[in-house]
């Protein structure tokens, strides 16, 4: 992919057209700095609910799953996998924020600009483990329903509540996802647009 010179134009979140003739460091550098410190807010949130939910989740399917198989109620099977699939899937999204965890000490917009990217590829890897996570524990959660209700009878709760709540959730996740990759063409095209203005000096 070529690299964009500082007076070509590249299309903002609007669908304007916009072009960066210099740009301007000291401008640059505060904002930057404060995206940041939101990113490293937003991971240190995510690390200290995420690695108990997680762990909860592992317990939860453990139990589910022993349930099941000890009192034949095979319904309790596919929902611990269901657990298992999110803890799972938790376990890998927290490993990968952690990889871009640090960021203290950074003093060049180039340097901070690499981390701001590097971490919205990773929050992006997360929110994709989160689809596949919800699309789990609903395939799971409608076999454990299809079960009970060939054993016994239908549950009281109707799967459809599960669902939807699981719809909201995704939903969550997409317009979230949607942010982040608006900020990741930022950053690209700001280390691009630096790169070549430097290199042009």
């Not at 960021?103 to 919205?120: C, F, T, W, Y």
Request: proline letters at 4%.
């Amino acid at each position: 992919m070529n690299k964009l010179s500082p007076s070509d134009p590249f299309w903002g979140e609007l669908g304007v057209s916009w072009t960066a003739i210099h740009p301007e460091i000291e401008v640059i550098l505060p904002r930057l700095q404060q995206r940041i410190r939101h990113q490293s807010a937003l991971i240190n949130a995510s690390l200290i609910l995420g690695v108990p939910a997680a762990l909860a989740a592992l317990a939860l399917g453990i139990d589910c799953i022993w349930i099941g198989w000890t009192t034949r109620a095979w319904n309790f099977v596919p929902r611990g996998m269901a657990f298992l699939a999110i803890a799972a899937t938790m376990s890998l999204a927290i490993r990968s924020l952690l990889q871009v965890r640090a960021g203290g000490g950074l003093q060049s917009v180039s340097e901070m600009l690499d981390v701001a990217i590097a971490r919205s590829r990773k929050t992006l890897l997360a929110i994709r483990l989160g689809y596949c996570a919800c699309g789990l524990a609903a395939l799971f959660g409608l076999v454990g329903t299809a079960i009970r209700t060939r054993q016994s009878r239908p549950p009281a709760l109707s799967p459809i509540f599960d669902l939807a709540l699981l719809a909201l959730f995704v939903l969550g996740l997409f317009l979230y996802g949607r942010r982040i990759q608006a900020d990741l063409r930022n950053y690209t095209l700001l280390r691009d647009l630096l790169v070549k203005d430097r290199d042009g000096q």
